[in-house]
């Protein structure tokens, strides 16, 4: 868990059913949250992830093909309200199918085929969405799943995809030889 995407290949992100879209993190020194956050009461941290409207993601993409075990432990934090369902996702495949959690945890120990660039989605989604006034503890999902190749194959390089953020936009620039035609502000 980090507070800047993609750190040991982690990104954090929500499903609204049709697709995917990247949490936030803010630091705040005055205020810290340790977590990243999207919309409702969606949220994922160092070992937890809360569902709302939209499902809970975490998903790892794997740096290198090879076999990995995909081990964990997803419990409720507060037993009662209508449940969460979990499930694991290999790109947009079932590697571990919905198990609904309503008060007893749920264990994996999987292994699994991986390619370079494969994704392991850990999906926490509430059972009824629309659900209005629940208290966010009811569907608070502990779990921090543990990722470790069997086998490794080695990497191919290549780029890394496209970012869906500027990372560049409104951020100091310098460059150590200065010509008016490549100003690195520019």
């Given at each position: 868990?980090?507070?800047?995407?993609?750190?040991?290949?982690?990104?954090?992100?929500?499903?609204?059913?049709?697709?995917?879209?990247d949490l936030r993190f803010l630091?705040?020194?005055?205020h810290p949250k340790m977590y990243w956050f999207g919309e409702g009461n969606c949220k994922v941290g160092n070992n937890y992830q809360i569902p709302d409207r939209h499902a809970a993601v975490r998903k790892w993409v794997a740096p290198h093909g090879g076999v990995v075990r995909v081990e964990g432990r997803a419990g409720i934090e507060k037993?009662?309200?209508?449940?969460?369902?979990?499930?694991?996702?290999?790109?947009?495949?079932t590697l571990w199918p919905a198990?609904?959690?309503?008060?007893?945890?749920?264990?994996h120990n999987?292994?699994?085929?991986?390619k370079q660039g494969d994704a392991l989605s850990f999906i926490a989604a509430r059972k009824v969405p629309t659900a209005e006034g629940a208290p966010p503890d009811s569907v608070k999902v502990?779990?921090?799943?543990?990722?470790?190749?069997?086998?490794?194959?080695?990497?191919?390089?290549?780029?890394n995809p496209p970012s869906?953020?500027?990372?560049?936009?409104?951020?100091?620039?310098?460059?150590?030889?200065?010509?008016?035609?490549?100003?690195?502000?520019a």
């Open positions: 868990f980090c507070s800047l995407m993609g750190k040991n290949n982690w990104r954090y992100e929500e499903w609204n059913g049709s697709a995917y879209g630091p705040d020194d005055l037993a009662g309200g209508d449940g969460v369902s979990i499930s694991i996702l290999k790109n947009s495949g198990k609904l959690l309503t008060g007893e945890p749920a264990m999987l292994t699994v085929q991986v502990i779990w921090d799943p543990v990722i470790a190749y069997l086998k490794s194959t080695p990497a191919v390089w290549r780029p869906r953020q500027n990372l560049a936009l409104g951020k100091y620039a310098r460059s150590r030889t200065l010509l008016s035609a490549y100003r690195p502000f």
